[in-house]
Structures are given as C-alpha cells and as structure tokens.
C-alpha cells in the first residue's frame, strides 16, 4: 500500500499531532496545504472532540491521535510525597498547592472515544502508548480509517505488525514529547531515528513513517533516501501562527543553544523536553513522580504563576533535539519549505 497516494497527499510529509500546543487550526492548515495534519484527541473532552471533528469534517483527510495508555491504582502516599516535594516552590511563589487529586488528566482510548470515530470517520487514525484492545481495534479499522501506531524499537514494530495496523511511526530517541513506548520502560533500548528506521524497515512489511530530529530539508530527504515512506514532523510547526504553543514556549524554542533532555517530572511518563528549572532541580528523571498521567494536575499553579512572569520553570516545553528549522511562519510556508528538497509533486 502506498500510504501518500492512498491518502491523495502532495507531501509524504505527516503532522505530529501535540497535545497542548495545538487544535484544529494546524492540523486543517497542514491538509490544506498538501501534508497530512493531525488532531491530537488525549487531552480532549468526549464533547470537544466531537465538536473538533464536525469543524474538520469534509477538508480533507485528518490523522486522530489517541493515547493507549494504562490507567494506574490511586497512589494517595506518592503523590502526598510529590506535593511535599513541591511545596517549597509554592512558598517561593506566594501560591496555595493544588487540592489533592488523584484524578488522571488524560484518558486512554475507550468505548466513548471509539463511538467518536465511528460518527466521524476520519481518514487515520493513530496511537501512541500501543494500541487499544482488540475489539476497539476492530471497530476502528471497520470504519475504513488507516491505523498507525508508534514503535520505539524493533520489538515495538513486530507486535504493532502482528495487531494489524496499517503503517507504523519509528520513533526514534531526538523526539519531542512523550516516548511511545509500550513494551519495556528501559530507555536504553531506545536509539536514534536513523539507526531505528533501517532496522524496523527490515523487520516489518507494512510501510514505515520516520520520527524524531526531522526538523529541516536535510533530514526529510535523508529519512525517505532511507526507505521510509514518509515523516512525521512536530517540532518544526510549534512556531507557526496556527498552533496554540504558549508564549514562554515559543520564546523557549527560537533559543536553539539550549539543551533537551528526557523528563519523567512534569507528567510522570518520559518526554523530551527543553530543560527548564523543575528538571534541573527534581529530575530529569526521578522515581519519586506518581504514575503517568496522576502527576499533571500537582503543577498546574505553579506554572500559571512562572508563566505570568515570562518563565517556563514549570512548564513541559516539549521539543525534539532538532529545533533549527523552527519559524514563525505560516504552516503552509512551513510544508513547502521542509519538502523543497524533495522532487516536485506530479
């Protein structure tokens, strides 16, 4: 299956779908201009994804991205720990702590979710975190839509084959964002895009997307000369107008002299990152942080108070390690310049 002219793309170039740093704005942008845009529906409201998918419906197609993750038992005592570990930043700041809560702030994919794609019927949809249970697999691909997934090592990719999907996204270590690994926790199994790509390429029949570090021309045309059918870019569109990224965010990403790293503090699951204050001083990665996603709500205020003094202290400022190509121009001038090293679309 060819993936692009299944999906009557221009580019072979896909959009990463960035929970919190995006809505239907970027996503129609990228479509319309020739790439394949993305919806990131982990942090929605069944309500608001169903309004996001009406407002996009019929312009063309959309990639739907869900979490898989496990929801895990309430963890009162860690996260009492992690408040306390906190508190001396509320002291700094002058803020009261959140209220206690061990309520996850992002659901995985489920009954209600699925019952959305059924309605809408977009044209991908995608996972991070594996994928759902067998019988909502079944019902998503009965609606005709092409179901991709993330593979972090080779391991990752044969079990993603051997479920069905249609095309798998290498996601290799330079990503920004979260990890989509399911199998092992180990991050020393993880490995750069260039290295992951040609071993998933030759373990797996189904086509490959690359991910992680492609953020310019160079690299887009060095992941397809590799074999890869198309890429998946996220850091790149961070700075277009139509993605909602937070002021200190985009300041954060146009300083390409400062570093990324992997961070378990700011979510409980590990994510690069640009490195701000609460990873230098509880992290980068730390096992005193409650489960992914029980820790999201316990920073809540102190990053509304950093931010409203111009500082990402606290903020997940998620970047890949290749931020050279970000640019505040429209996503559209963005695609064209990422594929203009690429032969001209017939």
């Known amino acids: 299956m060819n993936l692009i002219a299944r999906l009557g793309l221009r580019y072979p170039i896909l959009q990463a779908p960035m929970a919190g740093a995006q809505d239907e704005a970027l996503a129609l942008a990228v479509t319309a201009a020739g790439g394949l845009g993305a919806l990131p529906a982990g942090m929605l409201s069944m309500e608001g994804l169903d309004q996001a998918l009406t407002e996009i419906a019929g312009q ?19 996260l009492q720990r992690w408040r306390e570990s906190l508190a001396p930043y509320h002291q700094e700041l002058g803020i009261e702590p959140p209220p206690p809560s061990d309520t996850p702030s992002r659901r995985p994919f489920d009954e209600e979710a699925c019952a959305q794609v059924e309605k809408h019927r977009p044209a991908v949809v995608s996972f991070h975190f594996g994928l759902p249970e067998a019988a909502l697999l079944e019902r998503v691909k009965a609606t005709g839509a092409l179901v991709l997934s993330s593979a972090t090592t080779v391991e990752e990719a044969r079990w993603l084959e051997q479920q069905g999907v249609d095309a798998i996204i290498a996601q290799g270590i330079e990503a920004g964002g979260h990890r989509g690994h399911f199998l092992s926790d180990d991050l020393s ?19 490959v997307i690359a991910a992680g570090g492609i953020g310019d021309p160079d690299a887009v045309e060095a992941a397809l000369a590799l074999g890869a059918e198309a890429v998946q870019v996220g850091t790149a569109f961070l700075c277009c107008p139509e993605a909602t990224t937070r002021a200190v965010h985009r300041r954060a990403l146009l300083e390409p002299d400062t570093p990324t790293a992997i961070t378990n503090v700011l979510t409980g699951r590990p994510a690069r990152g640009i490195v701000n204050r609460v990873m230098r001083e509880l992290g980068p990665l730390s096992t005193a942080v409650p489960d992914f996603p ?14 409203s003094q111009c500082r990402g202290d606290f903020s997940p400022l998620w970047s890949g390690e290749n931020r050279q190509g970000c640019r505040e121009v429209p996503a559209a001038e963005q695609l064209a310049w990422l594929a203009s090293k690429l032969p001209s679309p017939s």
């Open 294 to 307: 029980l820790v999201t709500g316990s920073l809540c205020e102190l990053r509304a108070a950093a931010e």
């Open 189 to 207: 199994l993880q490995m750069g895009t260039m290295t992951l790509l040609p071993r998933i390429l030759e373990a797996v029949s189904v086509p």
């Open 60 to 78: 063309g197609p959309l990639n739907v991205n869900f979490f898989c993750h496990h929801l895990p038992e309430p963890q009162p005592e860690r």
